[in-house]
């Protein structure tokens, strides 16, 4: 790309210089030709001529954010903010040119930047880190036919917060697990359950969101919302995982009334912490309306203010406020959901508020959400102390079915980070069933017990049971939908596996469990870039995702771009997971030493843990004997990636081996 007026112009403070350099490096990278290097002008006339001359010509401009420029009353980037700013005036509205870009938290309501910088949505790349999602979107923006509704088109959501990888000794989260897949019963809010008024919904959605579209590609549904995480306004800022189970509960109300399109938390939950414009939240989720809440509690007081507003032009439609004792959080709750259903005066269906799963004690519920709230963050520390609160609040309340599905659940993410995860999938499936007991209603219950037959038992029978029933009681939550994909990809019906996917997608529309799935089916399918599409849209929603670079690179190394491949699998977190796919481009690209010494980590770091992904190797080497060795090592040790071995696509030398099929059929699966 050499044409001037298809640059970028990177405009930046010089204490961001760092920070700039590496998402310059990217773009270059990428073949864009990219305004930066200062050093390159000289002082006085020509470097002011130049810049302005730069500036006027340039395609795009990017404006680097930062405190640093909040910080200065005076810089040259202000100058060239200015320049940037005058041009626009000259510009067709719908023309793409300005792109801010924050490198750190600053927030786009108080940044001290023009107006014209607040008007288009911004992209958040902590320290100049450039994921491959906005390089994507930069070579879009600079199409001569782009518009400036476009860069709202396919926005770069902030990554969700989640620690890394467990140690390499130890299996990561199954590749389509992620640890925050939650429960959602108790007692909040029946709240915004019968909700907006008849003049707010107008017709039926017509247009389906399709699993592999952005979701702000489809046109919003009218009777569609999203509940966004409360904020937490108490004084010592410690009632987080109350103000997160207050809106959880507003989503679970929300999902009983016919009609109404609610997007799941995961997806909602996306945007915490996020000063981001409303209209580019509705517009990346896909809906019209919005509820925003906050919680301000103290010792003996709580203060709770829930508003609905209309994420099409930003107006408020409806505001409330609660002032109460705070002895009674959960009354209050109650009190909530009566009043606002009789205040948005809502029928959509219903006519009276349905009543919420009653709880004994406040002790209980606030010791279920603590719990909920430490195990989400997806490290070994959060899950331990999540299961801890968790089984203290069966224990204030024996009667709790919420939290035995979110210990359930919990214990089931924990089985993938623990070396021995046979007493762990036993103790998921226990709460599960313990849950079911209490409240034969909780479909997310049946998919853990699917999980666990789909992944543990390879009971594909009983997993096929359980999933029919999580998804007859829960059609409209993604999770379910993501989890019973995953079955159906192990069984090779791809196809239905898709529909499954957009379903999650429709009703999760930023559920990188979902595109993770997705990913996997099209490489198994053989689609290697529809996979590679599914892959870049996890890692454009989560860039921690653990098999996120793993899929990228398995699509090109599949599609014949095996130095790529390398590229992706090297940034890839789990070094076991690393290996594996190194050692098979390495083995493409006919590197033997290379390939060998990822072979001899994997072995010798990961044989307890990962007998699975030596297989792979070996079969992908034409070494039968040792792949079906390995097989058999995995199988001993109950791994529960054995599921995909029909159509895993690394174990293709092995189908015509009779021993193989007689693996599969020792596995019940189909030959």
């Keep these: 790309m050499t044409e001037p007026s298809r640059a970028v112009f990177l405009s930046y403070a010089s204490e961001d210089a760092p920070a700039a350099q590496r998402i310059a490096e990217a773009l270059r990278s990428a073949g864009i030709e990219v305004w930066f ?38 810089g040259y980037f202000r100058r060239e903010w200015k320049l940037a700013v005058d041009r626009t005036h000259d510009m067709a509205e719908d023309k793409a040119f300005l792109v801010p870009v924050a490198v750190d938290g600053t927030s786009e309501r108080t940044a001290r930047v ?11 790349l902590p320290g100049g880190e450039t994921p491959p999602a906005f390089v994507d979107r930069m070579r879009n923006l600079l199409s001569p036919e782009t518009s400036l509704s476009r860069v709202a088109d396919t926005p770069v ?14 299996r990561a989260q199954p590749r389509w697990s992620t640890p925050a897949l939650w429960a959602t019963g108790a007692v909040l809010a029946l709240a915004l359950s019968y909700f907006v008024v008849d003049k707010f919904w107008l017709s039926k959605r017509t247009a389906a969101v399709t699993a592999s579209a952005s979701p702000a590609s489809a046109a919003a549904a009218e009777k569609s919302i999203a509940v966004l995480p409360f904020a937490d306004l108490s004084e010592k800022h410690d009632q987080e995982y109350f103000a997160d189970g207050m809106a959880e509960e507003v989503i679970d109300r929300l999902v009983n009334i016919p009609g109404l399109r609610v997007i799941g938390r995961t997806s909602s939950f996306q945007f915490k912490g996020k000063n981001q414009d409303l209209r580019s939240i509705g517009e990346a989720l896909g809906v019209n309306y919005v509820v925003e809440g906050s919680v301000r509690r103290s010792a003996d007081r709580i203060r709770i203010t829930a508003q609905l507003i209309d994420a099409r032009n930003g107006s408020h439609l409806w505001s409330e406020t609660y002032d109460r004792s705070a002895d009674d959080a959960l009354l209050t709750q109650g009190e909530i959901a009566v009043t606002l259903a009789r205040s948005l005066e809502i029928g959509m269906g219903a006519d009276s508020p349905q009543p919420g799963r009653r709880l ?3 002790a209980a519920y606030d010791l279920y959400l603590r719990g909920r709230y430490a195990a989400e963050r997806g490290d070994a520390d959060g899950m331990a102390t999540g299961i801890t609160y968790l089984r203290q609040a069966l224990s204030a309340d024996p009667s709790f079915a919420g939290a035995a599905v979110a210990l359930a659940l919990t214990y089931y993410d924990q089985a993938f980070t623990v070396l021995a995860p046979s007493s762990i999938f036993e103790a998921s499936r226990h709460a599960a069933e313990s849950a079911l007991k ?72 930023l559920l990188a469990d979902a595109y993770n799935t997705l990913a996997w089916t099209e490489w198994c399918a053989g689609r290697y870039e529809e996979s590679l599409v599914a ?3 996890l890692l454009e929603i989560d860039p921690t995702y653990d098999w996120g670079y793993i899929n990228v690179g398995f699509a090109l190394l599949y599609r014949g771009d095996a130095a790529g491949a390398i590229s992706e699998f090297k940034r890839q977190s789990n070094p076991m997971e690393q290996a594996t796919g190194l050692a098979l481009a390495y083995h493409a690209l006919g590197r033997a030493t290379d390939e060998n010494a990822a072979l001899t980590k994997l072995i010798t770091e990961g044989a307890d843990n990962y007998a699975y992904e030596v297989a792979e190797v070996y079969a992908y080497r034409g070494e039968r004997d040792e792949a079906l060795k390995w097989l058999d090592r995995a199988y001993m040790q109950k791994d529960a990636v054995l599921k995909w071995i029909a159509r895993d696509r690394n174990l293709a030398n092995l189908q015509s081996d009779t021993r193989y099929k007689a693996f599969l059929r020792k596995m019940n699966l189909p030959e």
């Design 360 to 362: 004994k004690n406040d």
């Design 114 to 124: 023009p107006d014209s910088f607040k008007h288009v949505q911004w992209t958040r």
């Design 157 to 170: 959501p902030p990554a969700r917060t989640m620690a890394q990888t467990a140690a390499s000794s130890v």
């Design 535 to 537: 892959a870049r849209k």
């Design 438 to 509: 209490l409240d034969p209603g909780f479909g997310l219950a049946h998919a853990i017990l699917g999980a666990i037959h789909n992944d543990y038992d390879w009971d594909w029978s009983a997993a096929d049971r359980e999933f029919k029933q999580a998804m007859t009681l829960s059609p409209h939550d993604g999770r379910v939908w993501a989890m019973a994909a995953d079955y159906a990809v192990a069984l090779g019906h791809l196809d239905e596996a898709r529909q499954m996917l957009k379903q999650a997608l429709a009703y999760d529309p």
């Design 37 to 74: 290097d200062r050093e390159e002008l000289r002082g006085g006339d020509a470097w002011d001529r130049r810049i302005r001359e730069q500036v006027q010509d340039c395609r795009l401009f990017i404006p680097v954010i930062s405190a640093h420029t909040a910080a200065r009353d005076e």
